[in-house]
Every structure is written in C-alpha cells, then in structure tokens.
C-alpha cells in the first residue's frame, strides 16, 4: 500500500504591510514556518523595512494592486489590473531585489477577472492565485476571532481527502496574529507541511481554471 502524502498547506496574507506585519513575522519566525504575502504598492512604500525583512527571512514577496479599489481596477481598460500590478513589481523589485510575478486580485478573481483582465496578465508574464480556503479573517478579525480559526479548519476538513496543494486565504490584521500560532498547531498536528511559494514550482490556483496563470 502507497503511503499517503498530505497536501502541502499554503499560508497567504493579503492587504499588508502595515503595523501588524511584525506580529505575524515574529510568529512564523518563532514556528520557522514561511509563508507568502500579496502586498499593496503604496504600503511596500511605507513600511519598506518589514518588506525586506519578510524577504530576509525566506518569505514570499507578492502583488496585490496599487489602489485595491473595484472601480479602478475592473472597470474601463482591461489591461488595468495587468498596470496596476506591473507598477507594484517594480516597487517590490527596488526595495527588495525580488522580481515577483505572482498576483492576487482584490476581491478574488471571480466575477472581476474577466477573459480580457486576465489576458493582459498573462501578456506581461505574471501568474495569479486565488485559495481553497476562505478564513473570511476580513469579517471576523475585530468581532470574533476565534471564527477565523472556526473556518479554517472547516475549510481544511472539506479538503481532507484530496491531493491538492492546501491555499489559506488570510490578511494582516490584529485578530490573525492573535488566531494564528493556533491555526499552525492544528496544521501541524493533522501532518500537513508548510511553505511558501516558489515560482520554480507554480501550480495553478485560481476560480477561473485559467492553466495559463
């Protein structure tokens, strides 16, 4: 009988940096753990020291748009989310050296991502990742934490018997920081490994099935 190989689990924290970044650094240090981060251009301005420290300490460097904002980005010229993110890879690239190409689009990229918005990503060489499980921590993460980690384990649980690679949608907030070394216990405990994104091993994860992202 083959032995059975966990799924590998992905943690992703959307919308940093800012002021909560070095609580979920200190965390993942303290468990050695890495993970990826979709940021946002003018805070990679603005908090450029937490930056390159995710980057020193083995962390994925990701993009997440220049504005975040639904009108902006899906509305108008389709190749606005492609110019939006190709402006946040080359802020990431002068303070860290990291040439990323890997996106998230705000909101998820369905319905927004459109045959015509993805296109102009693919045109400018740049992959995209959405997840399989939703913490809903942008709901939750000042009311009632402990729903974070509730959905994420549901979410992990509904994946159980599958052999795809485990994408944990979360963002950089307070009530994350506070949920997360137990969500780590509960990963490690079910036998599940951690990493990071590595662009020599991109797989696809998207709503879309677009293989070509």
Avoid at 22 to 39: R, S, V, Y
Avoid at 44 to 59: A, F, M, P, Q, T
Avoid at 161 to 190: C, R, S, Y
């Amino acid at each position: 009988m083959e032995n059975y190989e966990m799924p590998t689990v992905y943690l992703t924290f959307d919308d940093g940096p800012n002021q909560e970044m070095d609580e979920i650094l200190d965390i993942l240090k303290e468990k050695n753990i890495k993970a990826t981060f979709f940021m946002i251009e003018p805070q990679i301005k603005n908090y450029s020291d937490v930056v390159k420290r995710l980057v020193n300490e083995g962390h994925f460097p990701a993009l997440h748009s220049v504005t975040h904002d639904k009108s902006k980005l899906y509305e108008g010229d389709p190749l606005n989310v492609a110019i939006e993110m190709e402006q946040t890879r080359k802020t990431l690239h002068q303070v860290t050296g990291v040439d990323s190409r890997l996106t998230r689009a705000p909101y998820g990229s369905k319905p927004y991502m459109t045959d015509a918005f993805r296109n102009g990503l693919v045109q400018q060489g740049m992959k995209m990742w959405d997840w399989n499980v939703d913490t809903v921590d942008w709901k939750y993460h000042n009311s009632n934490p402990e729903l974070i980690l509730e959905n994420a384990i549901n979410g992990m649980k509904g994946l159980k018997d599958g052999n795809d690679p485990i994408v944990i949608l979360m963002h950089v907030t307070k009530g994350t920081a506070t949920v997360l070394p137990q969500l780590i216990a509960f990963i490690e405990n079910e036998g599940y490994e951690f990493s990071a994104y590595q662009p020599d091993k991109h797989f696809s994860m998207n709503f879309w099935n677009d293989s070509r992202l």
